[in-house]
């Protein structure tokens, strides 16, 4: 997770700009799934929802190939 900030006219430094990256070991077969999860998981996010329409929040997922149960 990155974070940027701004400084406000009064000096304050303010976070204004959240990435959030993701890397997930998964069957690539899941993807149409992980990404319609990924689409809305943001506004069941506590957090998120907390900072919406004060910090923007932007995610990105790196998919690893599971690894085979029969590979050992």
């Known amino acids: 997770m990155t974070g940027e900030v701004e400084k ?17 070991q998964a069957d690539p077969e899941k993807r149409e799934a ?3 999860i990924l689409g809305f998981h943001v506004s069941k996010c506590p957090v998120a929802r907390s900072l919406e329409g004060c910090v923007e929040i932007t995610t990105e997922l790196q998919l690893v190939p599971a690894k085979s149960a029969t590979a050992a």
């Open 8 to 24: 406000a006219d009064d000096g304050v430094i303010i976070l204004r700009r959240v990435h959030v990256r993701y890397r997930l």
């Open 34 to 36: 992980i990404d319609r």
